[in-house]
């Protein structure tokens, strides 16, 4: 069975540190997505990647980088976390014929 | 500009009625996908459909259907006979071009409650 996962399903950090999201595919995936899902916005595109090392902004990167090193992993950084990055993150990776795979989200808190 | 438009916040219904989620975009270009996806309590997506910009036919997979109008960029999503387990909330999503870029723009999702 296809898999996404995400390191912490929920997630507890303060204003100022530097916070880790991590997400594993185990489908060879090229392509590689983080969204943030916030009530009444939808999902909205952080950062997307189309191969290791490679790297794009989506429409809300400001606050975030990412990092991948290896096809599997994506990681997603907030490098000093904010009280408006609490959100729901969800990783996602793409077959195309299916609509991509998502994982099953971070419940991130940032008090 | 791309956008996704689901006008309904929530919609509550009682078991087996019927129920329509709307879906509007918009976008300048002629190809494009379009999908609808399920977020249970989980909160996993799940994906549901996609359809070309192509691909005007109507279609059915068990109590879903789906209704493509390029006449008024619509993409709306039917639940026959509403069960329980219907209750998620439903994101639809626009894609555009051509190849497997995977990103996706979405609506602001429509929470349906289907009470027994």
């Known amino acids: 069975d296809v898999k996404v996962t995400q390191s912490s399903r929920y997630l507890v950090k303060r204003t100022g540190e530097k916070v880790f999201l991590e997400c594993v595919q185990d489908?060879?995936?090229?392509?590689m997505f983080w969204y943030r899902q916030d009530p009444g916005l939808g999902l909205r595109l952080i950062y997307f990647?189309?191969?290791?090392?490679?790297?794009e902004k989506g429409d809300i990167p400001e606050g975030y980088s990412v990092s991948r090193e290896k096809k599997e992993r994506f990681s997603l950084i907030l490098e000093s976390a904010s009280t408006n990055q609490t959100s729901m993150y969800l990783c996602?990776?793409?077959?195309?014929?299916?609509?991509?795979?998502f994982g099953p989200g971070t419940r991130l808190t940032v008090l | 500009a791309q956008k996704v438009t689901q006008a309904q916040t929530e919609i509550s219904v009682v078991e087996k009625e019927d129920v329509t989620l709307d879906c509007v975009y918009e976008?300048?270009?002629?190809?494009?996908?379009l999908f609808w996806y399920k977020q249970p309590p989980s909160g996993e997506l799940v994906f549901l459909i996609r359809?070309?910009?192509?691909?005007?036919q109507n279609e059915i997979s068990g109590r879903y259907s789906w209704n493509f109008q390029k006449s008024t960029s619509s993409f709306n999503f039917t639940i026959t006979a509403s069960q329980v387990v219907d209750s998620a909330v439903y994101f639809c999503?626009?894609?555009?071009?051509?190849?497997?870029?995977?990103?996706?723009?979405f609506g602001q999702g429509t929470t349906l409650q289907v009470k027994p």
């Open positions: 996602a990776s793409s077959l195309w014929s299916r609509g991509g795979f």
């Open positions: 489908m060879d995936h090229e392509n």
């Open positions: 990647s189309y191969d290791v090392k490679m790297k």
């Open positions: 976008t300048r270009d002629t190809t494009y996908y």
């Open positions: 359809r070309n910009s192509f691909d005007e």
């Open positions: 999503a626009l894609s555009e071009g051509y190849g497997n870029t995977g990103k996706l723009i």
